[in-house]
Structures are given as C-alpha cells and as structure tokens.
C-alpha cells in the first residue's frame, strides 16, 4: 500500500489521519454523553480530562492531516460524478476541516474561561486561551455544543454520501479509502486505545503501585553559604492506593535517613549527626496520606502527616501522576516537588539552628516509576 496519495487511491497516511480522526470523534461523543450524566465529583473530572486530551489530539492531527493533504494531490473523483456532486464534496470536506478546528478550539477557549486550564493526558499542560469569565463560559459552552452537533451531521451526511457510492453508484469513492483495517487502521485503533488506557497515566484497575530509589530519585535542595546545594536519599520506598477507577485515594512514604548523600563525607557526617538529622535515634522518615485530590489533569494533592526527626506536621504534598515512558513494565510516574522549613522538624539544634550559614527553607523533590504490586 503506498505511503502518499495516487491518483486512484489514498496513500496509507492519509487514511491513518481519516480513521484515527473518526475513531476519536466518535470517542469524544461517548465521552461527552458519560461526563453529562455523571455528577460533579471526581470521576466526572477524569472523563472531562480525558475528552479534552482526546479534543487536542484530534486538533493536532487535523492540523497534520491538512498539511499532509496540502503536499499530496487528492484522487481524481470518478467521472461518473454530477457536477453538483463534486461540489457539495468540496464543500462538505472544507466544512469538516473547519469543524475539526472550531470544536476542539472553542473547548479549550470554554475551559480557559471557566479557570479550568487544559492538560493533555497529564503530561504537559496547555495555556490558557482567555482570562476566566464566567459569562463568556456560558457563551463558549453553547458555541462549543452547537459546533460540536453540527461536526457529528455533516460527519453522518459525509458516510451516508460514502455508502450511496457505494451500494448504489457502486464508484470507487468508498473503496479507495478502504480498506482501513489494514496496517493505518490496525495503527489507529492502537493509537486510541492506547489513549484511552494512557488517560491520565492511571490504571484502571485498584490495588498497589510500589516505587523505590531503584526506580526513581528523592532529593533535597537547600542553600549552604549562599550557594543553591542538592543532596539525595539512596533508600526510600513508595506505595501509593488506587480505587477501581484508577484514582489515587492513599499514599505513604518511608525514607532511609542513613541513606542521605551530598557528595561530601564531612558534611553528610554532620548532617547525620544529633543536631540535625539524628540518624540513630531517627531512623526513618515518613509520609502517611489517607485523603487524595485531584487538583487539574493529572495533579493531585495528597494530604496527609510528615513526620521528621520524631516531630509530626500536616503536609499537603502536590504531584503529577502521568504514564511512564520506557521500562520492562508498564507504570506511572509520580512526580512533584515540596518546600519546607529544616526547623519546623527540628533539623537544626545547637549552632545549626542558625540560618546564616544554612538556610532553613528546603524543597524536597521527587520523582519515582510506580509499578502495580505483586
């Protein structure tokens, strides 16, 4: 099957964007559908995030689908074709190439509006479109239902007009973008499906993630003399709760406090030390969350106690959660990053309790594959 567009028939990448294209827009109507009848709560978010990451995929691929198209000529339409025919062909492929870009833009500007900013799939997120108004929401929501509708008429019209083609005319229309099961429609099923379990980078089953240093890093950065300083812990291990949905709904840390390394032997000696982190007494440092929100995407806030040094304090501590690239195994890569205060916990007794030459504000940061238990 040839990769560019014949006179005869659609090149293979072409009918990738065609399929692909129609398999998310029919997604994102089902989306849609499931968000409405769904109260507010978290799982309605989850599907509104995901209908929104599937509204930016197929923006990005109408936009290649259109370059694409603009560097390879179309097949010839069959003589057998009116007049008449032709154009409303025309005009009917102009007007879903101009659909394909209102709807998805005219969701994300709705978004904007509404301060709820746009993700795509939790792995980057996207800047807003206007300032928050919620005014303009009501207004972009009609707009964006309105437009939304008319794409899935002229959609119906666009295969009713295929199938008379087919059945009837019995041209070549139809045929020359079939058949899509072959290699582009085995590659666009994979590509939604694979979206579809990506989401947020959750998994849709419940039980256990577990992480550790062999699968991550956990760091603190802090200011010595002035001068920005980072440190690491070599041990730790995170397991994090997931309801049937995927969701995160607990979370708890264990940090080895021997294992802290700031590639200087003097200074991680000290820092072992009973003035500050006192190892020996303090073996451990842990993070226990029971409550779990999500904040936008794939954001969440884990709330929960952070106990340090034997002294307890309530942390809300922030992280992303999104699938993770490469690996033996799949899994989700938990990251983010939390400041806090070395005093607070008593990091700092005697002379260290000084700020002059330490500071006390340090941000721990953190990043670690989470993988379902076994």
Known sequence: MPIRNTKERWGSVAKFFHWTIVLLIIGQFVLAFMADSLPVGMQKLAVLARHKSFGITILALAALRLMWRAANRSPVMPSTMAPWERLGARAAHALLYALLFAVPLAG????????????????????????????????L???????????????????????????????????????????????????????????????????????????????????????????????????????????????????ATDSLDTKDKDR?????????????QFPRATFTADSIRRTAGGSFEAIGKLTIRGVTRDVTLP????????????????AGELPLKRLDYGIGQGEWRSTEMVGDAVTVLYSVTLTAAR
């Open 319 to 334: 992280f992303t959660l999104a699938a993770s690239a490469g690996g033996t195994a799949p899994g989700r890569l938990l």
């Open 268 to 280: 991680d000696t000290a820092l072992r030390s009973s003035d500050l982190f006192d190892v020996k």
């Open 141 to 255: 929501h009609e707009v964006h239902e309105i437009l939304a509708f008319t794409l899935g008429a002229v959609a119906i019209l666009h295969m009713l007009a295929a199938l008379k083609h087919h059945f009837i005319d019995r041209d070549t229309v139809l045929r020359r973008m079939l058949p899509f099961v072959r290699v582009p429609g085995v590659c666009a099923v994979l590509l939604v499906g694979g979206l579809a379990l990506q989401g947020d980078g959750l998994a849709a089953t419940p039980g256990n993630a577990t992480g550790s240093a062999a699968s991550g890093t956990l760091q603190f950065r802090f200011s010595q003399a002035g001068a920005a300083t980072v440190g690491s812990f070599g041990k730790f291990e995170v397991t994090m709760t997931t309801a049937a949905d995927g969701t995160p709904t607990a979370l708890a840390v264990t940090v």
């Open 108 to 139: 994300w500007t709705m978004s904007s509006a509404k301060n709820f900013p746009v993700s795509w799939f939790g792995l980057f997120q996207l800047p807003d479109l206007v300032a928050p108004s919620e005014s303009t929401f009501e207004t």
